[in-house]
Nanobody, 119 residues
Framework: QVQLVESGGGLVQAGGSLELSCATS????????MGWFRQDPGKQRELVAR???????EYADSVKGRFTISRDNAKNTVYLEMNNLKPEDTAVYYC?????????????WGRGTRVTVSS
């Protein structure tokens, strides 16, 4: 069974930084693009960063220039470095493998990791 285990969240002041990790197992990590999603209560889950199997990153406009996504195929892990955090970044963050359309590959999600940014 596929496992997606997110970690690294926490409480930080506006302007601060966090690095999230997503450890995965039981699927061919290296052949899929990976994405970081976030969801605030009452809102839809949104894709904020993605990285292709060839290490090409893309970002939502809301995080461009502040977030950096990376991957380590040897560790089956994807990372999200978040700098200059803003209160509107507060959400639960999840990772998933991606279809070419950008839709999540797996219907079952991990528990996520909560990020809270205080003003």
């Amino acid at each position: 069974q596929v496992q997606l285990v997110e970690s690294g969240g926490g409480l930080v002041q506006a302007g601060g930084s966090l690095e999230l990790s997503c450890a995965t197992s039981e699927f061919a990590f290296e052949i899929y693009g990976m994405g970081w999603f976030r969801q605030d209560p009452g809102k839809q889950r949104e894709l904020v960063a993605r990285i292709s199997r060839d290490d090409v990153p893309e970002y939502a406009d809301s995080v461009k220039g502040r977030f950096t996504i990376s991957r380590d195929n040897a560790k089956n892990t994807v990372y999200l470095e978040m700098n200059n955090l803003k209160p509107e970044d507060t959400a639960v963050y999840y990772c998933n493998a991606l279809l070419s359309s950008g839709s999540p590959l797996f219907g079952s999600w991990g528990r996520g990791t909560r990020v809270t940014v205080s003003s």
